[in-house]
């Protein structure tokens, strides 16, 4: 009897295992462009290192917000050449929002790696924002 409830059991967590794995949401993202990063944001001032692996070029860099504001203090961006961009930011960035389109070049570059600095405004009981970094990939068609 201790068999069968035990069998029964693992039968039983597997299966809740395995549907855990199916509710993950999805992001629709606008044609041309690729979701490169998602991170959640703490209440204090937070820094994040993104090494981006892909061998896309690109054109533009964008932010978009979930759930609560948050303000952007500082972005670098990195080449693999080993130029760096910083373009002037501070901005706050409503819920459910995108953030100002950001040209890193015309004809497009490849990425290394992204740093940013942000925090969440607001109230720590209301929840943390999630903050997603979208690259509008090059083309040379347009």
Request: one cysteine or more; charged letters at 30%; aromatic letters at 10%.
């Given at each position: ?93 409503g819920a459910d929002q995108f953030?100002?389109?950001i040209e890193i070049a015309r ?36």
């Amino acid at each position: 009897m201790k068999g069968i409830m035990s069998i029964a059991l693992a039968v039983f967590c597997i299966g809740s295992l395995l549907s855990c794995g199916a509710s993950r949401r999805s992001v629709a993202v606008e044609e041309g462009w690729d979701l490169i990063s998602e991170q959640k944001v703490n209440f204090v001032r937070d820094k994040d290192e993104i090494t981006v692996s892909s061998r896309n070029l690109y054109t533009d860099l964008r932010f978009r917000v979930e759930d609560r504001e948050i303000r952007i203090n500082e972005l670098k961006i990195y080449f693999p050449n080993g130029d760096k961009l910083e373009p002037k930011i501070d901005d706050v960035i409503g819920a459910d929002q995108f953030s100002r389109i950001i040209e890193i070049a015309r004809d497009g570059r490849r990425i290394d790696k992204i740093e940013f600095s942000y925090r969440t405004t607001g109230n720590l009981l209301k929840g943390r924002a999630n903050v997603l970094l979208f690259g509008r990939r090059y083309n040379p068609g347009y």
